[in-house]
């Protein structure tokens, strides 16, 4: 088409023609769709969160196996991801892989009413046995989220069906009680004491409490105890003085930090935040919000989904 033929089209035929590319071009490429309304399904936790996220157990750990030599130990005691170590086991066959734990300790805590809960057990990776003799194997450290190392034991891995994202309300601050199950959040992984999304927690509700894999958490906290460091009950600026520490000028009792006055018709003595508190109902503010990961008898690990400001350990949990 020349420019000379195109001054005598008509703009209803321009239009025409424009429409009919652009309806090929557009056929020809597929549709895209951006924010929340294209987001493809997606999993709660992902990778070191789901195999690595430890757990709290009050059952009998079997420590028969356990890796037991590194084929370069000599220059090194620490081993990761792509080297080869040795376990003290021939139950097993080429292609098997396996978790390593490491038992740390056994958990008693302040936050909990429950007592001991449990054994603490890292979980540090997974191996893949390479090689079967007769009186040992050798294994490729599949996957390491930590340094493996000698005495780290060795157990079947564990399938774990990992909960899917759901459309969910806001997360309400003021939300109430829902009345199931209450604990605590005892502890975090890697001792962590400030946290946030996609941190890894765990709380003393387990399987005694109907607790189950993909269960919704709240985490809340009373109002009086807002921060980690708890304040006194005495006021936090001091009372109105009689001055300003000068001859000329005089501030009196009504400065801005003076007392605020009590009783009936304000004709009674200076009253205080903590009497100010004095029979108010128990009042909580949420701060966030788990998915249960994995269950065990008396407790349970559990990732961060949601947090409307920093979580602590010693907040409270609820079963929603």
């Given amino acids: 088409m020349s420019f000379q033929r195109l001054g005598k089209i008509s703009v209803a035929s321009l239009f025409a023609a424009v429409c009919i590319f652009g309806s090929s071009a557009v056929a020809q490429r597929p549709m895209t769709v951006s924010g929340d309304t294209a987001r493809r399904p997606m999993r ?10 430890g757990y709290v157990t009050s059952s009998p750990i079997d420590t028969s196996s356990r890796l037991v030599g590194g084929l370069n130990e000599q220059d090194g ?5 792509g080297q080869m170590v040795f376990l003290n086991t021939t139950d097993a066959k080429v292609g098997d892989r396996f978790a390593v734990v490491r038992p740390r300790g056994k958990v008693n805590t302040k936050w909990s009413k429950k007592g ?9 990776g997974s191996i893949e046995v390479v090689r079967v003799k007769s009186d040992h194997s050798v294994a490729k450290v599949y996957q390491s989220c930590d340094n493996f190392l000698l005495g780290d ?3 079947p891995m564990e399938t774990r069906e990992v909960p899917m994202y759901v459309d969910r309300p806001a997360l309400d601050v003021f939300g109430d009680p829902s009345g199931k199950a209450k604990g605590r959040l005892f502890m975090a992984r890697d001792q962590r004491e400030a946290l946030s999304k996609d941190q890894i927690v765990y709380i003393d509700l387990g399987s005694e409490d109907n607790v189950q894999v993909g269960d919704y958490v709240t985490v809340f906290r009373p109002v009086g105890k807002g921060n980690i460091v708890h304040n006194s009950i005495n006021e936090s600026v001091p009372a109105g003085v009689s001055d300003y520490g000068s001859s000329q000028y005089s501030g009196g009792g009504f400065s801005n930090q003076s007392n605020r006055v009590s009783g009936e018709n304000a004709g009674g003595n200076a009253t205080t935040t903590g009497k100010a508190k004095a029979g108010r109902p128990d009042l909580r503010k949420v701060v966030g919000e788990l ?16 947090n409307a400001q920093e979580i602590h350990t010693g907040d409270w949990v609820e079963i929603q």
Avoid at 44 to 53: I, L, M
Avoid at 116 to 124: A, H, I, R
């Fill in 116 to 124: 001991s809960l449990g054994m603490y057990v890292q979980e540090v």
């Fill in 153 to 155: 034991l060795v157990r």
């Fill in 291 to 306: 998915v249960v990961l994995n269950v065990k008898e008396r407790t349970a690990t559990a990732v961060i989904v949601r």
């Fill in 44 to 53: 709660v936790a992902e990778g070191n969160n789901v195999q690595c996220a």
């Fill in 77 to 81: 005691w620490l081993y990761a991801q």
